[in-house]
């Protein structure tokens, strides 16, 4: 029985999602995380709401990138551990797909759910409501760009021991042009000067990343599964 | 013409071409370089705005070119290694890392200790600054990819994957004094027109480059020899290239 | 000229560690490359002798 491609992709994503639900502590993890780092920031500079404006895109930002890094090991390793992997590949409906519809569920799962909670975080930091619209949009194009850098690291890294720290150091690097334009976003909106010209820059490393990366991913993948 | 080439994937002929060709890239950069320091401490005549401290532009600038330009041999050599898998490509790539990975460090402390009487700091988050620094981060993480895997064939495809990836920073660099507005120097050398700098200061610079190039070279075939050596321990060749 | 050139115009304590640290990574460079060689050539002439015992 053949499977169209539009069905498989469906198919994997559902299951990541399905998977993902039954551990919710998974879920929860990286934005507990996301939660208690920004929340170092204030209680280690003892800074007034006011003052902590100045640094909230950074702090934001830094947070954001640092938990969608935690949660970036599991994107192959859980299939990868129990064979998974290799049966999704050999399935005949090609590794680019797979890579993709992985990649995808995983930035639902993880950074949408950013996207939903920076809100809270934001009123912890001192930014004003009407800059949230810019930092979800950027948070929202970061972090899709930021699974797909994640997603050529894990397949690189996968099954190496310290594969984690490797991973943070070659996405790290790669993710910094990132950080710079969201907070740049970010801190404009504060400031109430225009963000367009900074996010339409996230947008355009998002679409590059996300035309480029599935090949780069599934490469890293063959080379780690042949 | 095209069998030179195809002997290029051979790992005993690059074995042999790099031994041979070391010590005359060495010799000739050595000379290129004592040149190029005599006539650029001694003879160039001081800068009407930095003084003497402009002198440290002749291993600042020879330096960050190389960091560059060892990366695009370095992406170049991983890409064949894994386009047409050829192992000599991994080789050169493996050799090349640690060299562009120096040369990057050397940019940016050189470059600092000039930030320090130009703009009054050791550092700035400045485009072309920060982006050098992510040069030098992802070679680091190359080299780090490439020993974390037991498997050292799969381990050489990692890294040279990894080093394709992050071949997008090499434009940034050189493009960022253009793009954004930097505290650092916009390009004097490499633009279309004539070098804005006079003869007396251009000639030792070319010539330290040029040294670096070569300093490179000679480098590179040494650390080439190893690698491939390393790579094809078992091969009959090995055993009278390692007699000499 | 032999004074200006030891003090570089007042910028001495920039320019010649700045030289000095060149010449350290470029001598790294060389030393570190001759060990991987030393090191690449005993490892394959120990797996050698050792395929030719094994003989």
Known sequence: MKVGAWRAFVLIVYRELCLSFRRPEHLFQPLVFFLIVTTLFPLGLSLQLSQLRDI????????????SLLSLDSLFKSDADDGTLEQLALSGQGLTLIVVAKTCAHWLLTGLALVVVSPIVAIALGIPTAAFATMMMSLALGTLTLSWLGAIGAGLTIGLRRGNV???LIVLPLATPLLIFGAAATERAISGTSAVGALYFLAALCVFTCTLAPFAATAALRITLE | MWTWFYKLA????????????????LGTAALAMVYGLIAGLAFAPPDYQQGDAFRMIYVHVPAAIMSLSVYMVMATASAVALIWRIKVGHAVAAASAPIGASFALLALVTGSLWGRPMWGTYWAWDPRLTSELILLFI?????SLRSAFEDHARGDRAAA???VVGVVNVPIVHFSVVWWNSLHQGATIVKLGAPSMPGSMLWPLLSMWLGFMLFYGAVLC?????EVLNRERQAAWVREAIKS | MTSGFW????YARYVW???GFAGLVLGWNLWAARRLLMGARMRAARALAMAGDAR
């Open chain 2, 222 to 226: 040494t650390r080439v020899q190893a």
């Open chain 1, 166 to 168: 490797l991973l943070s």
């Open chain 2, 161 to 163: 994957l990894l080093a």
């Open chain 3, 7 to 10: 003090s570089m115009g007042g």
């Open chain 2, 139 to 143: 070679y680091v993480g190359v080299m």
């Open chain 3, 17 to 19: 560690p700045c030289f």
């Open chain 2, 10 to 25: 051979s790992p005993p002929y690059v074995y042999g071409v790099a031994a041979a060709l070391m010590p005359w890239l």
């Open chain 1, 56 to 67: 909230a895109p950074g702090v934001l930002w830094v947070a954001a990138l640092l938990s």
